[in-house]
C-alpha cells in the first residue's frame, strides 16, 4: 500500500540542470530518514544524497556543492536539485524511505522507488 513514485529524470547536457522528485503515498504514519542512490555503469550503487525528517543532509564527496537534497513532510516527498551535471551523473536513481506505515506503525520499513534515468550527454 505504501510506494515511492519518482519523478523529473531525463537527458541533458553537460553544466545542466535537473530536479528529481519522490513522493510516498498509501497509508503512511510516519516517514523518517530519505535519500537518493543511483546506479552508475561501472559502479556499484552509491548514496548520492539523504536527509533526514529533521534536515539534516549528507552528501557523497562527487555531488558536494552541487547538489542539493530537501524534502517537505507535509507532502511526504524528497527532492533532488542536480546543477553543473557533468557526463559521470549518468545513472539509474533510487528514492529510498524509510517509512512506518499505519498497518505497522512500530516497524520501520525500508523502501525504495522504481528507479528514473538520468542521462548527461552532449
Known amino acids: 500500500q505504501v510506494q515511492l513514485v519518482e519523478s523529473g529524470g531525463g537527458l541533458v547536457q553537460p553544466g545542466g540542470s535537473l530536479r528529481l522528485s519522490c513522493a510516498a503515498s498509501?497509508?503512511?504514519?510516519?516517514?523518517?530518514?530519505m535519500g537518493w542512490y543511483r546506479q552508475t555503469p561501472g559502479k556499484q550503487r552509491e548514496r548520492v544524497a539523504s536527509?533526514?525528517?529533521?534536515?539534516?543532509?549528507n552528501y557523497a564527496d562527487s555531488v558536494k556543492g552541487r547538489f542539493t537534497i530537501s524534502r517537505d513532510n507535509a507532502k511526504n516527498t524528497v527532492y533532488l536539485q542536480m546543477n553543473s551535471l557533468k557526463p559521470e551523473d549518468t545513472g539509474v536513481y533510487y528514492c529510498?524511505?524509510?517509512?512506518?506505515?499505519?498497518?505497522?506503525?512500530?516497524?520501520?520499513?525500508?523502501?525504495w522507488g522504481q528507479g528514473t534515468q538520468v542521462t548527461i550527454s552532449s
Open positions: 498509501g497509508s503512511i504514519f510516519s516517514i523518517g530518514a
Open positions: 536527509i533526514t525528517r529533521g534536515g539534516s543532509t
Open positions: 529510498n524511505a524509510g517509512i512506518m506505515s499505519m498497518h505497522s506503525p512500530l516497524v520501520l520499513q525500508d523502501c
